[in-house]
């Protein structure tokens, strides 16, 4: 059983999408979600969430590496490269390569290391443009898993996350139902029994043509506009935040 959990990455572990006025950095997410199911179950449990929204992959192990292996963890995930495959260039290949570095360094700890395949984006215009970065950087992390013993949750695979009800209205970031489904995700890879149940939410609905397209021309002014700004300034959303639990401590519920 985990005692130490410690979560490295980018917005998609901090929790961004998955609003929570009462909690650091006003966000829950999937990760908040996994310790609490382990902390239910050991009361000497604790857990520290590293991640900050916007952040590359090599500003991820930059930042969080050393800090994570400094706490030894029994249990650390794993995920970056989401926004650098959203550049117009990126070396997945070069990324990689360090990624699998870093999974080394934890493994050799004896630390239990979650890995995650990025999701699959073909039923949006503009992320499956991205779909084939996704699937290179996805066989690097499967191919680094195998190679150190890592556990993958394959998003990638999780059909459901297709659905745009699982997304916020950003389209770049889970809301609370999908950072609920990788929550489950996640338990279910540890081999940890809990009580989370997926959403049912019924077919989806069927939409006119040119309502998505007004919904799209909507989406492009209020969320694409703004971060393309903020990629021409040289400016990141995480700019001004930390991490919202920089220590190992335990969970409140």
């Given at each position: 059983m985990s005692k130490r959990l410690v979560a490295l990455g980018d917005s998609f572990t901090e929790g961004v999408g998955d609003d929570d006025p009462s909690r650091p950095n006003g966000v829950r997410g999937w990760a908040d979600r996994v310790a609490e199911v382990l902390a239910a179950r050991d009361a000497g449990f604790r857990y520290a969430n590293l991640a900050i929204r916007g952040r590359l992959l090599p500003q991820?192990?930059?930042?969080?590496?050393?800090?994570?292996?400094?706490?030894?963890?029994?249990?650390?995930?794993?995920?970056?490269?989401?926004?650098?495959?959203?550049?117009?260039k990126v070396d997945i290949d070069a990324l990689t390569?360090?990624?699998?570095?870093?999974?080394?360094?934890?493994?050799?700890?004896?630390?239990?290391v979650v890995l995650f395949s990025a999701a699959d984006g073909v039923e949006d215009r503009l992320f499956r443009r991205m779909r084939g970065r996704a699937a290179i950087y996805n066989e690097h992390v499967?191919?680094?898993?195998?190679?150190?013993?890592?556990?993958?949750?394959?998003?990638?695979?999780?059909?459901?996350?297709?659905d745009r009800r699982l997304w916020a209205p950003d389209r770049l970031h889970l809301n609370s139902l999908g950072h609920n489904e990788i929550a489950i995700a996640v338990l279910d890879a540890l081999g940890v029994e809990h009580e989370l149940s997926p959403s049912v939410l019924g077919p989806r609905p069927v939409v006119d043509p040119r309502v998505r397209r007004a919904e799209d021309l909507r989406w492009a002014r209020e969320f694409l506009v703004p971060w393309l700004g903020r990629r021409l300034r040289g400016e990141s959303s995480g700019d001004a935040i930390s991490a919202?639990?920089?220590?190992?401590?335990?969970?409140e519920f």
């Open positions: 991820v192990l930059a930042e969080q590496l050393e800090p994570a292996l400094a706490m030894e963890p029994d249990l650390v995930t794993l995920y970056a490269g989401g926004n650098d495959m959203m550049r117009p390569d360090d990624y699998e570095k870093a999974v080394v360094r934890l493994r050799e700890t004896g630390a239990t499967r191919g680094i898993a195998a190679r150190h013993g890592a556990v993958v949750v394959d998003m990638w695979a999780m059909r459901q996350l297709r919202k639990r920089p220590r190992l401590a335990p969970v």
